[in-house]
Antibody, heavy 123, light 107 residues
C-alpha cells in the first residue's frame, strides 16, 4: 500500500517561509507525477501544484505562482513544497498526492493521499 | 485558469433519495472531469473519472455524465454512507482545478 507522510507544517508569520516535505514509502515515487492540494479550515479542496516524474516540469495555481516552488528528490523518494511570502490565506492543511493514469479512460486522476500537514500563517 | 462551479454548495436529503450534483466549467474541458467523495478525517476517494467511468469498487448507484462544460454526478438511491462532501476536479488544463464542493447532509 502506498504511504505518503507530509511534514514541515507549523506556525509562521505573514511574509515568512516554510518548506513542506512528503516522504513516500512502499512505492517508488519517481514513477509518479505528484501534486500538492490544500484545504483551508472549513473550506474545500484546492489544487496547488504539480510536478512530473523527473522534476523538469512544474505547474502552479495562480494564487501561489511566484511564491511557492514544488520540487522532488527521487533519490530520497521525497517531494517538497517551498513556500515563501506566506499570507494568512495560505493557512491550510497541505496534502501530497500521487497521480495515476487510467489508461482505459484516457485520463489522469489524483490517487493516493497523505494525511496532510497543517500550515498556519498568523502573527 | 479554468473555473469550476459546483451546485448546490450543500443539500439535505433522505436515505433512498435520488441526488444530482452539477459542475460547470468556464470553458470546454471535453471529458476531463473527475468526481471525488470526501469524508472528515479520511482521504478523498475517487468515484468517477473521465466524466462517466466508474472506478472499481464504487457502488453502481453512483454515475456521472456530461462533456464540454456541464457535468453531473448522480446518486440513484442515497445510502447512509454517502453523506459526505463531493468535489469535481478538471484535469484538462495543465493547471487542475476543483469545484468548491457539495456537502450532502442528512435530512
Amino acid at each position: 500500500e502506498v504511504q505518503l507522510v507530509e511534514s514541515g507544517g507549523g506556525l509562521v508569520q505573514p511574509g515568512g517561509s516554510l518548506r513542506l516535505s512528503c516522504g513516500a514509502s512502499k512505492f517508488t515515487s519517481s514513477n509518479y507525477w505528484m501534486h500538492w492540494v490544500r484545504q483551508a479550515p472549513g473550506k474545500g479542496l484546492v489544487w496547488v501544484s504539480r510536478i512530473n516524474r523527473d522534476g523538469t516540469f512544474t505547474t502552479y495555481a495562480d494564487f501561489v505562482k511566484g511564491r511557492f516552488t514544488i520540487s522532488r528528490d527521487n533519490a530520497k523518494n521525497t517531494l517538497y513544497l517551498q513556500m515563501n511570502s506566506l499570507r494568512a490565506e495560505d493557512t491550510a492543511v497541505y496534502y501530497c498526492v500521487t497521480e495515476r493514469s487510467v489508461t482505459t479512460a484516457g485520463t489522469d486522476v489524483l490517487d493516493s493521499w497523505g494525511q496532510g500537514t497543517l500550515v498556519t500563517v498568523s502573527s | 485558469d479554468i473555473q469550476m462551479t459546483q451546485s448546490p454548495s450543500s443539500l439535505s436529503a433522505s436515505v433512498g433519495d435520488r441526488v444530482t450534483i452539477s459542475c460547470r466549467a468556464s470553458q470546454s474541458i471535453t471529458k476531463y472531469l473527475n468526481w471525488y467523495q470526501h469524508k472528515p478525517g479520511k482521504a478523498p476517494r475517487l468515484l468517477i473519472c473521465a466524466a462517466s467511468n466508474l472506478q472499481g469498487g464504487v457502488p453502481s448507484r453512483f454515475s456521472g455524465s456530461g462533456s464540454g462544460t456541464y457535468f453531473t454526478l448522480t446518486i440513484s438511491s442515497l445510502q447512509p454512507e454517502d453523506f459526505a462532501t463531493y468535489y469535481c476536479l478538471q484535469t484538462y488544463s495543465t493547471l487542475w482545478t476543483f469545484g468548491q464542493g457539495t456537502k450532502v447532509e442528512i435530512k
